[in-house]
């Protein structure tokens, strides 16, 4: 079975830093593209970030770029999110998520999120 | 970056009623568009891909077409499990980027 497990939400004050992961299971992970997006409170999905399958390319949404770093340990199955100088804007629940099928961009499978607080 | 606008941003409807909610892209994205189903409190699932693919275990009640600039997302006849927020998301060109929603609700 295919799982994408999130970890590292936590509530954190403006201009601070997290790093969130994801740990997979169940699926060839060095094949895959992953994402992440998140979802404010109420609010519909916005897509972060991508890592190519081959750990080449790294792509961001305007609202993150040169905040944000994502990166990804094969070895580990695991995806990483560095979040630097967050914003009360960051605040929502962050969703690791994987291609449908190697090298393809849809999104396929999605974790279950963890949720990301920026308030003081 | 590609701005997509769905509409309408909510509905009213009734089991069996035929749905559509569409996508326009503002600028042309080939076929390169998903949809996908949000229920309250769970992750979004996966139901059309390139415009109009049926995702794995989608039920064939599902159906969507487009390309360019404008898709549709049909449900034939709604089922009472089909009361949630659909969403498209283009990829075409990076940013990647989603619709805003579109909330269907019982009438």
């Known amino acids: 079975e295919v799982q994408l497990v999130e970890s590292g939400g936590d509530v954190i004050q403006p201009g601070g830093s997290l790093r969130l992961s994801c740990v997979a299971s169940?699926?060839?992970?060095?094949?895959?593209?992953m994402h992440w997006v998140r979802q404010a409170p109420g609010k519909g999905l916005e897509w972060v970030s991508l890592?190519?399958?081959?750990?080449?390319?790294?792509y961001y949404a305007d609202s993150v770029k040169g905040r944000f770093t994502i990166s990804r340990d094969n070895s580990k199955k695991s995806l990483y999110l560095q979040m630097n100088s967050l914003r009360t804007e960051d605040t929502a629940l962050y969703y690791c998520?994987?291609?449908?099928?190697?090298?393809?961009?849809?999104?396929?499978?999605w974790g279950q999120g963890t949720q990301v607080t920026v308030s003081s | 970056a590609i701005q997509l606008t769905q509409s309408p941003s909510s509905l009213s409807a009734s089991v069996g009623d035929r749905v559509t909610i569409t996508c326009r892209a503002s600028?042309?994205?080939?076929?390169?568009l998903a949809w996908y189903q949000q229920k309250p409190g769970k992750a979004p699932d996966l139901l059309i891909y390139?415009?109009?693919s049926l995702g794995s275990g989608v039920p064939s009640r599902f159906s969507g077409s487009g390309i360019g600039t404008d898709f549709t997302l049909t449900i034939s006849s709604l089922q009472p499990e089909d009361f949630a927020t659909y969403y498209c998301?283009?990829?075409?060109?990076?940013?990647?980027?989603f619709g805003g929603g579109t909330k269907v609700e019982i009438k």
């Open positions: 600028q042309g994205i080939s076929s390169a």
């Open positions: 169940g699926f060839t992970f060095d094949d895959y593209i």
């Open positions: 390139d415009a109009s």
């Open positions: 998301q283009q990829f075409n060109s990076y940013p990647l980027t």
């Open positions: 890592f190519s399958w081959d750990g080449g390319s790294a």
């Open positions: 998520a994987k291609g449908r099928i190697t090298q393809q961009l849809v999104i396929g499978v």
